[in-house]
């Protein structure tokens, strides 16, 4: 969520791969599906029209209320309320974890697309998000994936894969990385599971990360953070 110092970093860390996709939504109409709380359907509204769709009544309600740009819809990405070949551009940020027939919602997307229009995609990288575990770490994720694993899902629905890469810390967050142990990421979540309070040092950091903290790069691409991947139909 925006606004909110503790979950500053985690905002950041999705802000850089909308940040980093929004020029293909340029003069487009773009649907993203599983908009969330809206501050990236409203982001990418900056480039052309963008349909925000949700499941949740009260994230559609306060995406119609906030961000009056983004056409807000209710709808189960299951079975995406449009018609065939009515959108340019599909963009799924951080939410193909969470869904139970990945492969079915990929080919919903290649539906609604026109031809040669563009599939958006990021997820949390299930190597280095939920390192040597059969089952994610987090519990409302159905199914991680490792890049290759994603590619795949991705040509099996129809699409061609044009740019595969992943989100990694640059060097003001390896250097707080350093600062707080080795992980500003296993720091936070210390202070998650504790529960016992933030430390003033590590909440002043995790406030002052910035999207232009995080890389976007095809190097190194099993050890990203997030995976970051463009496909055309």
Known sequence: MPGIDEENYWFRRHEIAYLHLAAHCEGKTTLEAGCGEGYGAALLAERGSVIGLDY??????????????????????????????????????????????????????????????????????????????????????????????????????????????????????RDLDARFGGSIIDAQVEVAVAGTGWPDDLLTAVAGVAAADFEVTERDLDASLDIVLVARA
Do not use: M
Not at 74 to 94: C, F, I
Not at 98 to 111: I, N, T
């Open 56 to 173: 949740d009544e009260s994230a559609i309600a306060h995406v119609s209320k906030k961000y009056p740009a983004v056409r807000a819809v209710r709808g189960n990405l299951a079975y995406l309320p449009l018609r065939d070949g009515s959108v340019d551009v599909v963009a799924n940020l951080q939410v193909i974890e969470h869904l139970w027939d990945q492969a079915g919602f990929l080919r919903e997307c290649h539906r609604v697309l026109r031809p040669g229009g563009r599939l958006l995609v990021t997820t949390p990288n299930r190597i280095t998000f939920s390192p040597g575990r059969d089952t994610p770490l987090n519990p409302f994720h159905t199914r991680e994936l490792a890049p290759s694993e994603l590619d795949d899902l991705v040509r099996a629905a129809g699409f061609t894969t044009e740019y595969l890469g992943g989100v990694h810390h640059g060097p003001a967050l």
